[in-house]
């Protein structure tokens, strides 16, 4: 049984439930055949989702023998799968009066009391079950942080990442924790002294950084980026934090290098990445004289994976400078990761026909209306680049398709019916051109 919790359905734990092996028939011991014959009725019940069947066999086996602690952790498992808590939690306890530490029936007791949002109970029962394995630390701290107990849900996962290391999940979990503290000093006093005792590990430091960034002592993240940057020279996440101190400054030619160490850096993750490229754009947004460094940025994410949000936001950045050749192909690329984005295949879909890339709007808008077969902007590209391509008998027929998705538009329907006139017009039919000229007209008099 695996537990994926959320912290009100958004933060997911790792640790997972093991699953504790069923009862057979040599764990029985000396019991009578119709105990035996009832338990394992229940057990059959309970494989194909009879639950409240399991239970009345089980009930029947406890009226035999009310001591086989087995027989609870089967009742409390089925009224579990009822989502009868009480229930199940008073089976569980039972069986807890004689195992008080039995992990398995732990770990069940945690999510009966968690899927109840009983953050208190389940805490106290996870405190237990880091005694048999130190990553329920995790759990541990997503707990405190339901509790408000933000300081001790800090100290566990400096415990995990002091017994295993850094973890990518932790970073973005201390970071969730640490933005709800309103007084990080005791955070910080504990980073600082974490540091002179054991000055080379890189991030306690970086732990620091954010913390006092957050708390707007920016002299002293400064500071103390500058002095992990000393202590280990081929640090890349420090750079990070140094870009942004070095924008702040104006000292566009060491802010240019920290982002270049930065993006190249495989510990980089993209959303960091985003979040530096984001920056610059508003940087050269007001001081347009750097913008010719920007190539030196987009270089570095040529070869990259999965950076379809940074290419969308340098697409969005072209595209409100009108230069639409780079804008598209930055949207080109970037929609490479996001096929199923509808605003996104809109836009490139439309910057093609403005630049008169008919081929590929032809084929895009074909795509585009397999996901989104209602859409009638699809079939207006679709018709707009057959009839530019002169296949205008196919633009009538995708044109008159599409036209019956038009609803109180009368913009598209104008369109619609203007590229309608067009295409007849292509293929020498001059009534049908003149009836939808007219349809034009109409619309344009109405408006």
């Known amino acids: 049984m695996c537990l994926f919790l959320g912290v009100t359905v958004n933060t997911v734990f790792s640790q997972e439930i093991e699953p504790k092996q069923e009862v057979n028939i040599d764990d029985l011991g000396n019991v009578s055949d119709e105990f035996q014959e009832l338990f ?23 009226e ?5 602690n087995f027989l609870y952790l089967e009742l409390a498992k089925n009224y579990l799968e009822l989502k009868l808590y009480e229930q ?41 079950l880091v005694q048999h394995n130190s990553m329920f630390k995790e759990q541990l701290a997503n707990l405190y942080f339901l509790e408000k107990r933000y300081d001790e849900a800090i100290v566990a996962l400096d415990e995990l990442d002091d017994e295993y290391g850094v973890d990518k999940y932790r970073n973005r979990l201390r970071k969730r924790i640490s933005s709800k503290i309103t007084n990080p000093n005791s955070q910080i006093n504990r980073l ?26 920016k ?38 290098h920290s982002m270049q160490i930065a993006l190249k850096s495989n510990k980089t993750d993209i959303e960091s990445k985003y979040k530096i490229v984001s920056d610059f754009l508003s940087f050269i947004d007001t001081n347009p004289e750097y913008e010719s460094q920007l190539t030196t940025i987009i270089s570095l994410l040529s ?24 804008a598209l192909n ?30 590929k709007a032809q084929i895009g808008s074909e795509l585009a209306l397999e996901m989104y077969p209602a859409q009638p902007i699809f079939y207006l590209v679709n018709g ?14 995708i044109l008159a398709i599409g036209i019956d998705y038009v609803i109180d538009d009368h913009k598209m329907e104008l369109d619609f019916y203007q590229q309608m006139s067009v295409a007849y017009q292509k293929l020498g039919d001059t009534t049908k051109a003149s009836e939808y000229q007219q349809k034009v007209n109409q619309l344009q008099n109405k408006s």
Not at 48 to 54: E, G, L, Q, R, S
Not at 107 to 128: C, D, G, N, P, R
Not at 308 to 317: A, P
Not at 332 to 345: M, V, Y
């Open 40 to 62: 394992f009725e229940a057990l059959k019940q309970k494989a194909i989702t009879n639950y409240d069947k399991a239970i009345e066999a089980l009930e029947k086996c406890v």
């Open 64 to 68: 035999i023998d009310a001591n086989s």
């Open 88 to 128: 199940a939690e008073n089976n569980f306890k039972k069986v807890l009066e004689t195992k008080p530490n039995d992990k398995f029936v732990l770990e069940y007791l945690f999510e009966v009391y968690f899927q109840q949002h009983k953050y208190k109970e389940s805490t106290a029962v996870v405190e237990k």
């Open 192 to 217: 600082e002294q974490k540091i002179k005792e054991k000055p080379e590990v890189e991030q306690n430091y970086l732990n620091l950084i954010y913390l006092y960034s957050k708390s707007d002592q």
């Open 219 to 256: 002299e002293k993240a400064f500071k103390t980026a500058k002095s992990l940057l000393n202590k280990k020279p081929k640090s890349e996440l420090v750079h990070l934090a140094l870009y942004k101190f070095y924008l702040g400054e104006n000292n566009i030619k060491q802010a240019i």
């Open 303 to 326: 070869n990259g994976q999965n950076n379809g949000k940074v290419f969308t936001e340098l697409g969005h950045y072209y595209y409100k400078k009108e230069n639409k050749e780079q």
């Open 330 to 359: 930055f949207y080109e690329r970037s929609i490479k990761n996001n096929a199923n984005d509808f605003a996104l295949l809109k836009r490139i879909l439309l910057l093609q026909l403005d630049l008169k890339r008919y081929e």
């Open 384 to 397: 707009v680049s057959l009839i530019h391509l002169n296949k205008a008998e196919e633009a009538v027929e």
